[in-house]
Nanobody, 116 residues
Framework: QVQLVESGGGLVQAGGSLRLSCAAS????????MGWFRQDPGNVREYIAR????????NYAGSVEGRFTVSRDNAKNTMYLQMNNLKPEDTAVYYC?????????WGQGTQVTVSS
């Protein structure tokens, strides 16, 4: 059974930092590209960042580039999202995604709230 479990969310003041983790089990982690998405009430799920299977290639949405950093540790089956200089508009539920071709999995999400 595949499981993706996000953690590390919470309440932080604007300008602060958080580090999210996504722990994967039940799949060959290193054979999946991984990504982070977020969604706040009333809006569609928004792409944030992606990292290749090896971790060598990353990509970011314009809204977070320069502030967020995605990384992964294939030995630990875990992906991370370091979020710096957080803004109130970053408030959302953050989800991790594992993708291999048309096969994809989602975590249950972790709430991030940024106060002004």
């Amino acid at each position: 059974q595949v499981q993706l479990v996000e953690s590390g969310g919470g309440l932080v003041q604007a300008g602060g930092s958080l580090r999210l983790s996504c722990a994967a089990s039940g799949l060959a982690f290193s054979s999946y590209a991984m990504g982070w998405f977020r969604q706040d009430p009333g809006n569609v799920r928004e792409y944030i960042a992606r990292i290749s299977r090896s971790g060598e290639v990353t990509n970011y949405a314009g809204s977070v580039e320069g502030r967020f950093t995605v990384s992964r540790d294939n030995a630990k089956n875990t992906m991370y999202l370091q979020m710096n200089n957080l803004k109130p508009e970053d408030t959302a539920v953050y989800y991790c995604n594992a993708q291999r071709g048309l096969l994809g999995y989602w975590g249950q999400g972790t709430q991030v709230t940024v106060s002004s």
